[in-house]
């Protein structure tokens, strides 16, 4: 298993930052792993939705198939896939108001017998898109 987590104070308000976090048609405005829905993105947005995205991890194309598994609006969306080559993943958006900011966090999970084989790797790439995904965020609501 591989987990990873980003955090940031952003200075602007949950309902901004949540816009941009759901608005799957600008994904990759601010998300550094996005490629494409090829689909696009659930529509409508609610638990139990499934979508596809293509991505890149470690500089590899993945197809990955996510299911919505908690959504609450302007707080938290959770979100659960199946990647290529057995690779579970699950991905954790929480937002936290803090006075005129927002805090912000991204849990990151990669699982199953391929993960074991580049973990380490695995970890420090996805910790570097994270990082990138929360300052391309920032940049976008502020």
Known sequence: MAAVTAQARIEAPAGRIWE????????????????????????????????????????????????????????????YGKGPMGVALAMRYALE????????????????????LMAGKLKASASAALQTSLHDLAALVA
């Open 97 to 116: 108001p803090d006075g005129e900011a927002t805090a912000v966090r991204i849990d990151g999970e990669f699982t199953g017998a391929a993960v074991s």
């Open 20 to 79: 941009r976090l759901t608005d799957f048609d600008n994904y990759s405005r601010w998300n550094a792993t996005h490629t494409d829905f090829p689909q696009g993105g659930p529509d409508p947005l609610r638990t139990g939705a499934e979508y596809d995205e293509n991505m890149k991890l470690m500089g590899f194309p993945a197809e990955v198939r996510w299911t919505v598994r908690q959504l609450l609006p302007e707080r938290l969306l959770e979100i």
